[in-house]
């Protein structure tokens, strides 16, 4: 079966809010012919995009390719939180990596939420910023652990946009007895993602990136230069920036022997009036619970209540959407019973073993940033800049998050799903214990 076409039409974005509350690109012209390039970026989502842009504004001629539309995969998708963490707590990367790369990794998170906001401003996006993320603690045993870990990033990271909140004051926050505890991070915030990648898309243009869609590339043949083919073109580039996360397909072996593809969905419920949306969540904040197979939610500008929770591993998305994220969402907010659903939609992200992204550089000239296992807006737009600046000649950054090990699945692309599979079904086990 075909991801890229698993659950979707060709060149159509998904019957999302997300899609009915932007405003799309003019359908962009298919690849056709024998084209040059000095880099070709393969996929147009954050990563594409920030890359693309990155380039084209140190001076290189920029070719974007999509197999669908700009934003189309899970840029335009997702639940719109942007963490200013890896996905990795630092504890555990620092016992990784050392200390010193620990922090040099806290330090492109960080950045990762600045290059965010900056380019929503600078771009004009109207991503809609709202700040702050709340991390909530489904079991009480949890909450230690993230308290603890508020004060380790207040005492060694001078972070001071974090604090630690009771069972009483997360319920202040959000109207929900399902919750013990958990911390309040007014660093991170939420956006509406797929109006930041339309933006992004349209810098790109102004800055003269030739940017085609529904131009599904089929090979890639490395060399110097490499040549990427579509069914209609082909493209010879000195350089390959890969940005296909979880629409990778069998694209290239190596990257998909290490990120897997995984489905999430997402409701978007009718509009609430505003006293019911703030009893909900008084302040606004996106919320994220501590589950495996996590919830996480937030409210729209007018006032719907976006749900995202569960999870699926083969590419066909479930037959009802909305009756599978309203079990989570009422077990969360029973108050929500009853309410209409007005969108319900799906979409594939990637994941690694170990859930920190997969940057390498799969020759000298081809590099591939994927893998954000659900922290992508942040780290899948710093992951486009930081393949900018590696292939300009500053490669530091980015040489960082190709040094962090990620593992191989069992068995390679093969037999990743099965084996993952057995051990969600663990996973989904223990969030019930």
């Not at 401003?121 to 652990?145: C, L, P, Q, Y």
């Not at 419920?269 to 619970?289: G, K, W, Y």
């Not at 197979?293 to 500008?301: A, D, G």
């Amino acid at each position: 079966m075909d991801i890229l076409t698993a659950n979707d039409r060709v060149g159509h974005y998904p019957e999302s809010w997300y899609a009915a509350s932007a405003d799309a690109l003019p359908q962009q012209p298919s690849a056709s012919g024998d084209l040059r390039a000095d880099v070709c970026v393969i996929g147009a989502g954050f990563t594409g995009l920030s890359a693309a842009l990155h380039l084209a504004e140190k001076g290189y001629d920029v070719i974007l390719l999509d197999a669908h539309r700009v934003g189309w995969g899970a840029s335009g998708r997702n639940g719109g939180q942007v963490s200013g963490t890896q996905r990795l707590d630092q504890d555990e990367l620092e016992q990784m990596v050392g200390p010193e790369t620990a922090r040099d990794l806290w330090s492109i998170s960080q950045d990762a939420v600045t290059l965010v906001r900056d380019l929503d401003k600078t771009h004009k996006t109207n991503a809609k910023w709202v700040s702050g993320v709340i991390h909530a603690d489904h079991r009480e045993r949890f909450v230690k652990h993230s308290h603890d870990y508020a004060k380790k990033l207040q005492d060694d990271y001078g972070y001071d946009l974090i604090k630690s909140l009771s069972k009483s004051e997360i319920h202040d926050l959000v109207a929900s007895k399902a919750y013990y505890g958990g911390t309040l991070d007014m660093g991170s915030g939420h956006i509406h993602p797929l109006r930041f990648a339309l933006g992004l898309a349209r810098a790109c243009l102004a800055k003269g990136v030739r940017i085609f869609e529904t131009s599904r590339v089929t090979g890639l043949t490395e060399g110097a230069p490499a040549v990427v083919t579509t069914a209609n073109a082909k493209i010879t580039a000195d350089f390959v920036v890969m940005g296909c996360n979880g629409y990778l397909g069998h694209l290239e072996g190596k990257v998909a022997a290490r990120v897997m593809p995984i489905n999430n969905f997402i409701v978007a419920t009718e509009p609430l009036s505003d006293e019911r949306a703030r009893d909900l969540i008084r302040d606004n904040h996106a919320v994220a619970d501590s589950k495996f197979v996590i919830n996480y939610f937030r409210l729209s500008e007018d006032n719907r209540m976006l749900f995202g929770g569960t999870e699926s591993y083969g590419y066909k998305f479930p037959r009802s959407i909305a009756e599978s994220v309203r079990k989570p969402m009422q077990e969360i907010y029973p108050q929500l019973a009853g309410v209409k659903i007005d969108y319900a939609w799906g979409g594939t992200l990637g994941i690694t073993m170990n859930r920190m992204p997969h940057f390498a550089r799969l020759s000298g000239n081809i590099l591939s940033a994927s893998g954000y296992s659900g922290h992508g807006v942040a780290m899948a737009t710093m992951g486009g800049k930081l393949a900018a600046e590696a292939i300009s000649g500053q490669a530091e950054r980015f040489d960082v998050m190709a040094n962090v090990p990620t593992m191989r699945f069992p068995g390679g692309a093969m037999f990743r799903s099965p084996l993952l599979v057995l051990a969600m079904l663990w996973y989904s086990l223990r969030d019930k214990m």
